[in-house]
C-alpha cells in the first residue's frame, strides 16, 4: 500500500522556520513529480510549491516566492518544504502530493495524496 506521510508541522511565531517532510512507503517516487499544496479554513486547497520528476525544475506561488523552497531527496523518497519569514496568512493544512498526470506542469493531477500536517503561525 502506497503512502504518504507529512511531519514537521507545529505552531510558529511570525517570522519563525518550519520544515515540512514527506516520505512515501510502499513504492519508490524517485522519477514523478511532486508537490505541496496547503488549504486554509474555508478556502480551497492551492498549490505552494512544485518539483518536477528530475528535479532540475521548481514553481512557486507568488505569496511563498522568496520564503519557501521545496527539495527532494530520491535515495530517502522524500520530499521536502522549507519555509521561513512565516506569516499568518500560511497558516493551513499542508499536503505533500506526488506522481503528477494529466494537465501541463506543475498544474498537474497528483495521483497520490498524504494526510496533512497542519501549520499555524501565531503574529
Known amino acids: 500500500q502506497v503512502q504518504l506521510v507529512e511531519s514537521g508541522g507545529g505552531l510558529v511565531q511570525a517570522g519563525g522556520s518550519l520544515r515540512l517532510s514527506c516520505v512515501a512507503s510502499?513504492?519508490?517516487?524517485?522519477?514523478?513529480?511532486k508537490a505541496w499544496f496547503r488549504q486554509a479554513p474555508g478556502k480551497e486547497r492551492d498549490l505552494v510549491a512544485a518539483?518536477?520528476?528530475?528535479?532540475?525544475?521548481?514553481y512557486y506561488t507568488d505569496s511563498v516566492k522568496g520564503r519557501f523552497t521545496i527539495s527532494r531527496d530520491n535515495a530517502k523518497n522524500t520530499v521536502y518544504l522549507q519555509m521561513n519569514s512565516l506569516k499568518a496568512e500560511d497558516t493551513a493544512v499542508y499536503y505533500c502530493a506526488a506522481e503528477g498526470s494529466g494537465r501541463s506542469w506543475p498544474f498537474r493531477e497528483y495521483n497520490y495524496w498524504g494526510q496533512g500536517t497542519q501549520v499555524t503561525v501565531s503574529s
Open positions: 510502499g513504492r519508490t517516487f524517485g522519477s514523478v513529480d
Open positions: 518539483v518536477n520528476y528530475s528535479g532540475g525544475r521548481t
